[in-house]
């Protein structure tokens, strides 16, 4: 059985100071055995979110980082800069990254692979855009944006990965994809993973739903067969995020 996993994208909000008042907030709302939560804040403020999770249920992650160890790469966070502060999950190739910032399939593998040498779980992004869902081709985009993306992973290593769906068009839109649309694209994911590693593989590794995620539309997501869990920005930060942890109580 599959644990969920629930994160938070806080994406470009909130200072070093706020963040410590709302994981502070948020603390004892996110409580929930039955998923593992992750709260992903922007990299200056990762140690103030560690200290402030401390002794909590929440993990912390960072939304970004780069490929090589260290060196003239300037504003780029190295991966043992993560793992010293005990940070233990990556946002790897978010929609928003690769649009605003030239990530593309290729420099997301380089960073799958980097995160996965450190031990840092990488939570891989991919979707389609709308112009993409409406041509039919989305199943397709999908798929060659995980093969590129697991190319070299190992089985192993591949297994421990979380992969989150989220589709561009349904991202800060408030446009929710409808529970089949987000099932059969997660179970889409499953299947290539299958192909490319077999049963077990595919059988652990995490799926998670992201897009305009709610307190309300998280329930009736989340029991899906195939997504086990979800990517959550905007009401991440509010204390409906509570609420979506809790999306089974
Ligand atoms: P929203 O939940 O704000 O649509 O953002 C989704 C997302 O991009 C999470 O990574």
């Known amino acids: 059985m599959r644990k969920k996993i629930i994160a938070g994208n806080w994406k470009m909000n909130k200072t070093p100071s706020e963040t410590v008042k709302l994981i502070e907030e948020l603390k004892p709302l996110v409580k929930n055995d039955d998923v593992d939560v992750v709260f992903c804040v922007p990299a200056i403020s990762l140690t103030t979110a560690m200290e402030a999770a401390k002794g909590s249920n929440i993990c912390i992650g ?111 839109t408030g446009k929710v994809a409808t529970t089949e649309q987000a099932q059969e694209v997660c179970a889409a994911i499953r299947e290539c993973i299958g192909e490319l590693y077999g049963e077990a593989t595919a059988e652990a590794i995490r799926i998670q739903y992201g897009g305009s995620v709610t307190a309300a539309s998280a329930p009736e997501l989340f029991v899906q067969p195939d997504i086990d869990g979800g990517l959550v920005g905007g009401a991440s930060l509010k204390p409906d995020f509570g609420k979506i942890v809790n999306y089974n109580k």
């Open 62 to 172: 960072a939304e970004n980082m780069f490929y090589e160890e260290s060196g003239a790469y300037t504003g780029e966070i190295a991966p043992n800069m993560l793992t010293d502060i005990g940070v233990k999950y990556v946002i790897i190739g978010h929609s928003e990254r690769r649009e605003y910032f030239a990530e593309s399939d290729v420099t997301v593998n380089k960073k799958v692979l980097k995160a996965l040498e450190h031990g840092i779980t990488p939570i891989i992004c991919c979707g389609e855009s709308l112009t993409q869902r409406e041509q039919g081709i989305t199943i397709d985009w999908i798929r060659q944006q995980i093969k590129i993306a697991f190319l070299n992973v190992t089985a192993e290593q591949a297994a421990t990965t979380v992969i989150a769906y989220e589709p561009i068009w349904a991202i800060g």
